[in-house]
């Protein structure tokens, strides 16, 4: 088994409540769920900051597309759908 470290966190009592709740419908802890949310959360927001980074160093080697290209792009798509071509 991993070894672990122990760390308090401060939150609201709705929170600790529907979290206790959770818990117990599962016939899990309140340790096991907030380490589940907890790894959820850091998954999630390490994917969103990495395609960021990759759109920063993009942006930066000049690999960007003109927003009047977009916007262009934009009206044509959404004058294909109103045609029902899309």
Known sequence: MASTEAFTVRTEPD???QLD???ES???SRNYIVNQALKEYLQHHAWQIE???QGIAAADRGE???HDDVMREMEELIERKAQGKA
Request: glycine fraction near 0%; charge should be neutral; proline fraction near 0%.
């Open 64 to 66: 960007v597309v003109e």
């Open 26 to 28: 599962l016939d899990r």
């Open 51 to 53: 395609k960021i980074n």
């Open 21 to 23: 709740h959770m818990a």
């Open 15 to 17: 929170i600790v409540h």
